[in-house]
């Protein structure tokens, strides 16, 4: 009788189909259980339902959130996630934008990858060197962030840049009532509530940018 045997799961986040499609065999061939999306938002989805152990992804995927705000809100989610970037960026540059949000990250570059065993070999490496799962403070207003959807997150990031509702709904092709809806429940994911010091708007922008850095990159 066959045993079952477990395999590492491996999420591949990709904007380009050939790309994306080429990795995900990759891995397969290897032996890992790999599945592939297109954007964050899809990635989120997946990630939900398989449990990945290995985030493989760009760092630019064509829309927000890119890669590095994906794989911030995946390890909070799970700290297990090791991360693997795969980016036409130099390793510098790509570790530039991830070192402060994303833990023991691995980088390689598209157009150096030569070969299936290079680039599983990259991945061998980050599971290696996985973090340790750490207390996660589920109540903090950092977490409830890293919770939003993609919807939500964008919107976030449209008012932490400064933009009015009727702006966002212009920019996302919606209602400005529908923006507002998304609005409120923002901030009532967040915690936020009107104060003597502080509105709420200001402070889910405060805590976006303290968070994911400059709001108006990719606007």
Do not use: C
């Not at 491996?10 to 990759?26: F, G, I, N, T, Y």
């Amino acid at each position: 009788m066959a045993v079952d045997t477990w395999r590492r799961r491996v999420l591949v986040v990709e904007d380009h189909a050939l790309m994306r499609s080429l990795v995900v065999d990759a891995f397969a061939q290897r032996g890992f259980d790999a599945t592939g999306a297109p954007d964050a938002a899809e990635a989120l989805e997946v990630a939900g339902a398989t449990d990945p152990d290995l985030l493989v992804t760009d760092i630019d995927l064509g829309r927000r959130p890119n890669g590095v705000e994906l794989a911030t809100i995946l390890q909070q989610r799970a700290p297990h996630i090791a991360v693997m970037f795969l980016s036409n960026l130099s390793r510098d540059a790509a570790a530039a934008q991830a070192r402060s949000t994303v833990m023991h990250a691995s980088f390689v570059n598209k157009a150096a990858v030569e070969s299936v065993e290079e680039l599983v070999d990259a991945a061998e490496a980050v599971l290696a060197d996985r973090p340790v799962a750490r207390e996660q403070a589920g109540t903090d207003a950092r977490s409830r962030l890293l919770a939003l959807t993609a919807a939500q997150l964008e919107t976030t990031r449209l008012l932490a840049a400064g933009l009015t509702n009727a702006e966002i709904a212009r920019r996302r092709n919606v209602t400005v009532r529908a923006v507002e809806k998304s609005v409120e429940r923002v901030f009532a994911a967040l915690g936020l509530a009107g104060g003597e010091r502080t509105t709420p708007r200001v402070a889910a922008a405060t805590l976006y940018a303290a968070t994911f850095g400059d709001p108006v990159t990719g606007l």
